[in-house]
């Protein structure tokens, strides 16, 4: 069986992430010689709202850096499913005082 071949050249376009925005602060993460994982350091979180709520049936996503989501958890009364190492409460109010002194 015989077969022909021919060489063929193509130019493709690929987007590739650079940098994640945190939508709290406006912090701007990007990999660099120092931080290469600094894309890790952003989250994006997705919430649904169901039927009869304000916002009904509407989806909203967005990214915190973990400086804005770790104050965000900080005010939670419960430590979240998978909170693992220290004792929640403890934790918590120790980053609100922080916080409120001008830490991270």
Known sequence: MAAEYTTET???EHSKLTA???????GRYAPNDDSPFALNLVH???VFFGYGSEFDN???SFDLCEPC???FVATFR??????AGEDFEEWAQA???NTEIGGE
């Open 10 to 12: 193509r130019t493709e």
């Open 20 to 26: 994640k925005i945190c939508d709290k602060c406006g």
């Open 44 to 46: 994006n979180f997705g």
């Open 58 to 60: 509407a989806v909203w």
């Open 69 to 71: 989501l770790l104050d």
């Open 78 to 83: 419960q430590a979240p499913t998978g909170f």
């Open 95 to 97: 980053r609100r005082t």
